[in-house]
């Protein structure tokens, strides 16, 4: 059952050779074991889920289940469900309990899929490691010493250590792709506006898009079936005819064009990243793709342009955030305004503060100009680098994350250092297009290396045929952390 | 550019967050660090390019001004820390 696709999954519950009860309560027992060395879920809720699992079993014996009904996932605790603790990794909100459901929440219960629980994450997303959540760090299932990967930690881990089938996440500078590249398992941030992000709490509106996260590219199209679509509740979704994601999954790549972008492959990227990059590349060629050179020559300057617009727009969605209708208020104030800065100070933590107060000043009066202006300008020449490029190709493949997963503590008191580990993600989110990161074997240690594949706007379902293919020629996505693979008897 | 201790204290008031002389210092020197690396964007000259807000060239849509939303005030004022009457109190700001 650890390894098996969400299809097989379904075929077993079709064929009442297994329940959803069943199946959700040995999800649940696993994540009962095993979550104490991983820390992956922040709130496990056995008789909401179970109760969810049996309507599923009752939906089903009426004949009225869709594909994925009586399969658990496990939501990202970003998304808003309604009954549940939503606290977006954050003392903030870590009294909350929502009133409501996300749109991505409602259509997975639309489908009969069980809510296994929530991840943990990075604060309100603010994070490439996971450190930053106020429930303490979640632990890399390949090496307990090493981070997850940032911010839907909890989601990759989760799923790499089988404690779910499959799991939601969300990306606004890489916190899908990346995880999913140090965690080795697979993730798709679709085209900005394809899955709706009303109930997903804000972070950078611009760049947020949610996505799947689970263990192959033919899960990932299944679950984005479930998950994209118009929803009239949030502004920037896209009106568009829907979608069968898994619709091309078995088509040959053969003639692919893969465009190489040099700067990906640069100095600063670690050597056994590099050479499980060009073994994936190598694979790619013996089906048939072609390899082409392009260019991207302001990769580099996505990173500083991201942390003066994530942060913008953070400072402003954060402003909410007043310790009077929700969330956390302090104990002690003299009037209204310190009741504002102690409920904030004492709510959020030290990265979350630190991009507000970045947001503010670039923000701020007489420096708009020189900050956002300029990083929205720089932004256009960033998708003008993709727009040139995709004349020359049909997807853009290269490394998730320039290493592998690093350890704990490395990097969290230099926010500079971390930053710079966004390198190969961000410009993604900056443009808008879809991206997708896959497992490419393994450097240094065991620890995994990601394949990202970047296509054009809308080309989902051509980059999980890709993602797919490559995973029908490698087994790099069965693979399962020593000690983990055991089925209980 | 480089920030100092007093910019952080307008800032962090800016954005209502209490900051302590300590937190400010230890601040002062992570944002620097951070503008450090921002500033590379100021090498590069955007005479001529319009500004991208958005990924996608959309234009916000238009709703029929009718109710969609029932009432549900006492479902969302239950996670508000301190309601009376159907209000959210806060301290008082009017004398």
Known sequence: ????????????????????????????????????????????????????????????????????????????????????????????????????????????????????????????????????????????????????????????????????????????????????????????????????????????????QAGPMAKSAADLALLLNVMAGFDARDSTSLERPPENYARDLVKPVAGLRIGLPKQYFAEGVSADVIRGIEEAIAAFRRLGCETVEVDLPNTQLSIPVYYVLAPAEASSNLARYDGVRYGHRAAQYTDLMDMYQKSRAEGFGAEVKRRILIGTYVLSHGYYDAYYLQAQKLRRLIAHDFAEAFKRCDVIMGPTSPTTAFDLGAKSGDPVQMYLSDIFTIAVNLAGLPGISIPAGFGDRGRPVGLQIIGNYFAEARMLNVAHQYQQATDWHLRVPAGLEVEPA | MSLCLEDVKRI????????????????????????????????????????????????????????????????????????????????????
């Open chain 1, 1 to 208: 059952m650890l390894n098996a696709s969400l299809s097989e999954l379904a075929a077993l519950l079709d064929a009442r050779k297994l329940s959803s009860v069943e199946l959700t309560r040995f999800f649940l027992d696993r994540i009962e074991q095993l979550n104490p060395t991983f820390n992956a879920f922040v709130t496990v809720r056995e008789e909401t889920s179970l109760a969810q699992a049996r309507a599923a079993d009752q939906r089903r014996a009426r004949g009225e289940a869709l594909l994925l009904t009586g399969i658990p996932v496990a939501q990202k605790d970003i998304f808003c469900a309604k009954g549940w603790p939503t606290t977006c990794g954050s003392r903030m909100l870590s009294n909350f309990v929502s009133p409501y459901d996300a749109e991505i929440v409602r259509r997975f219960d639309a489908a009969g899929v069980v809510n296994l629980g929530k991840t943990n994450m990075d604060e309100f997303a603010m994070g490439s490691s996971n450190e930053t959540s106020f429930f303490g760090p979640v632990r890399n299932p390949w090496s307990p010493a090493a981070v997850p990967g940032g911010s839907s930690g909890g989601s990759a881990a989760a799923v790499a250590a089988r404690l779910a089938p499959a799991a939601t996440g969300t990306d606004t500078g890489g916190s899908i792709r990346q995880p999913a590249a140090l965690c080795g398992i697979s993730g798709i941030k679709p085209t900005y506006g394809v899955v709706s992000r009303y109930g997903m709490i804000a972070f950078a509106s611009s760049l947020d």
């Open chain 2, 12 to 95: 962090a008031h800016l954005a209502r967050l209490a900051v302590s002389e300590d937190e400010a210092t230890e601040v002062l020197g992570q944002l620097n660090g951070i503008f450090g690396l921002i500033e590379e964007m100021q090498a590069v000259s955007t005479a001529g390019i319009d500004p991208m807000s958005h990924a996608q060239n959309v234009v916000l849509r238009l709703r029929e001004d009718v109710v969609s939303e029932g009432d549900q005030h006492e479902l969302f004022q239950s996670v508000a820390p301190q309601v009376e009457a159907g209000l959210y109190l806060v301290p008082k700001v009017i004398e």
